[in-house]
């Protein structure tokens, strides 16, 4: 039964149930919107207090957390160029493997699910070492050409998934009447499908950015210095692991946080640009 609830206004629904009781349904929000911007959110917490944390430190006790901080910045810097690098490049891998997955050429079909269900069932650790030492070994691969073709690799798959699932939400009446008025395949997808799916898997791409950025400490493995490969020659001669993975995962929350927030601004974007449409 429908009711208007008097005081909050809003369309409530009650269902009897056995002994008397009912359950109250109501349109209100249960769920914070995106873009909340208020300034006690989750995200405002954890990311200034965070940053503040990172500048006490230092304050409080110079020695070590300063020179921790003088320590890591190349390996800050090397973390940024594995993780950008990569993420474009397996966007890449991941788009022509997604049209392949939808693609009725059996032949393109199973070559791209092959690489998907194979290169998913392989743990990311396991790849890496497989590059650098077997396939590492007979290409000269340095250590840091081995980490972003690893990553690439791997995240290709991931992202193959995203963009097939993306490209496949799209009405396929719509592809077909972009043929019907004169446009070849290529020009449909470019031009009508692939911008429609771009917004549409913009929230998980940028997830699988975020898990790229944690996931590339284990390219500390193969010698590349980033920032975790840093935080342990640090410690190993100082024998400070305390604090210098403290530092340390501060600065992987900041830079989470941070790249999360962008992703947030621009889906947000995007939805006001395409309200200013409608």
Do not use: H
């Not at 771009?198 to 940028?206: E, R």
Request: one cysteine or more; proline letters at 4%.
């Amino acid at each position: 039964m429908a009711v208007l609830n008097e005081k909050s206004k809003e369309k409530t629904s009650e269902t009897p149930v056995k002994g008397g009781l009912r359950i109250e349904i109501s349109d209100g929000q249960l769920i914070p919107e995106r873009g909340d911007n208020a300034l006690f959110s989750s995200w405002n917490i954890a990311f200034f207090g965070a940053l503040a944390l990172l500048i006490i430190l230092p304050i409080v006790k110079p020695d070590p957390y300063w020179t921790i901080l003088t320590f890591i910045p190349d390996g800050v810097l090397v973390t940024f160029e594995v993780t950008v690098i990569s993420i474009l490049l397996s966007l890449v891998v991941g788009l022509f493997v997604g049209l392949g997955r939808i693609s009725r050429n059996i032949l393109i079909n199973r070559i791209a699910t092959v690489y998907v269900e194979i290169i998913r069932g392989i743990p990311l650790l396991v790849q890496l070492f497989y590059i650098y030492f077997a396939l590492g070994g007979i290409l000269r691969l340095s250590p840091f050409i081995s980490a972003i073709t690893a990553m690439t690799i791997c995240y290709g798959a991931y992202m193959a998934e995203i963009f097939r699932a993306g490209l496949q939400s799209i009405p396929r009446g719509q592809f077909e009447a972009a043929l019907a008025l004169g446009l070849s395949r290529g020009q449909a997808i470019r031009k009508i499908i692939l911008p429609q799916t771009i917004k549409i898997i913009l929230p998980p791409v940028g997830n699988e950015f975020i898990a790229m950025l944690k996931d590339s400490s284990l390219v500390s493995i193969l010698a590349v210095s980033d920032l975790l490969r840093r935080a342990r020659e640090y410690s190993s001669t100082t024998f400070e692991y305390f604090e210098a993975f403290t530092v340390v995962a501060l600065v992987y929350l900041l830079l989470t946080l941070f790249f999360s927030k962008l992703v947030g601004i621009l889906e947000e974007r995007l939805d006001n640009r395409d309200s200013k449409k409608n």
